[in-house]
């Protein structure tokens, strides 16, 4: 007989639930997958037999891994086919500074980039903190497998993690002056604020006009930023708010009626990266963003 003192499913559930679905982010990228994963989770959880049940936790990691897993080999397909570079759906305004620094769009992009075991052994161990026995009763592979697995993905990630943290203040600060330089063509300020070896990212999915390439370098990012002034003159960009966008400051804009973000990669003080995303498919719960639609 269940103690009545004892949480409930539904309860146990619950205090999970945020940190189950940063699990399933961080494995897929998207917050919309992510839900979903744990929805099914949610499911799964009400039917297993709960009083052979040792560890709560364990068990749900298990099953939200589990189901991630499957998801990323149908997500990997489609990525496969995705027009121009692919940015994982933002993630706004975390509210715990360890969420915000392995939520960076630099990490995530990095994490796409190993294999869906590797991905997985890094993210139990390393940002979860599960030891490697549990890894192994997740994924269903030999601890000392895991162990090789995530100390794989950590060489290849090594360079995705922030080496110069930005304080939201500041981050936030430069994300304005950033915005500003942009929109009124103040193009010396600008190429002021950006790194000689920055990249551009802009993911349209195919859906709306963005660059197919990344643009690399100071040069060929001020060209294109030099193009848009021209464009923002004509068809003013509207500031619906700064926020930060996966742990990097940017902000919230919109764009010939289209919602767009912009996150700023920022290194002594210094822009080396700015990621924009513009296809519609991510952008559906941006904050603050729904009054501004057609």
């Known amino acids: 007989m269940t103690n009545a003192a004892e949480p409930s499913a539904a309860e146990i559930f619950a205090e999970l639930r945020p940190r189950l679905v940063r699990l399933a982010y961080r494995m897929l990228g998207s917050v919309a997958d992510a839900e979903d994963v744990v929805h099914s989770a949610w499911v799964r959880w009400l039917a297993a037999d709960r009083e052979q049940v040792r560890d709560s936790r364990a068990l749900l990691h298990t099953i939200v891994t589990r189901l991630s897993l499957n998801e990323l080999k149908s997500a990997r397909r489609r990525r496969a086919a995705y027009v121009g570079p692919w940015l994982p759906e933002p993630f706004f305004d975390p509210e715990e500074a360890e969420a915000a620094d392995d939520l960076t769009l630099p990490l995530m992009i990095a994490l796409e980039r190993l294999s869906p075991l590797e991905r997985a052994a890094f993210l139990l161990h390393d940002v979860f903190g599960l030891g490697f026995d549990a890894v192994s009763e997740t994924i269903g592979r030999e601890a000392a497998t895991c162990r090789k697995l995530a100390s794989r993905a950590r060489a290849h990630i090594h360079d995705a993690r922030p080496r110069f943290v930005v304080g939201n203040e500041e981050g936030l600060r430069l994300a304005n002056a950033f915005f500003t330089a942009t929109r009124t063509g103040d193009l010396a300020a600008l190429r002021a604020m950006l790194a000689e070896d920055v990249v551009v ?45 996966n742990g990097l400051p940017g902000f919230i804009t919109i764009e010939d009626d289209l919602v767009q973000t912009t996150a700023l990669h920022i290194e002594n003080e210094r822009v080396v990266a700015v990621y924009v995303t513009r296809n519609p498919d991510k952008l559906h719960n941006v904050p603050d963003a729904t009054g501004w639609r057609n």
């Open 201 to 245: 990212y802009a993911d349209g999915g195919g859906q709306v006009p963005a660059p197919t390439r990344p643009l690399i370098g100071l040069d060929a990012a001020m060209e294109r930023f030099a193009g848009l002034a021209r464009l923002f003159a004509a068809h003013p960009s509207r500031l619906i708010r700064y926020a930060i966008i």
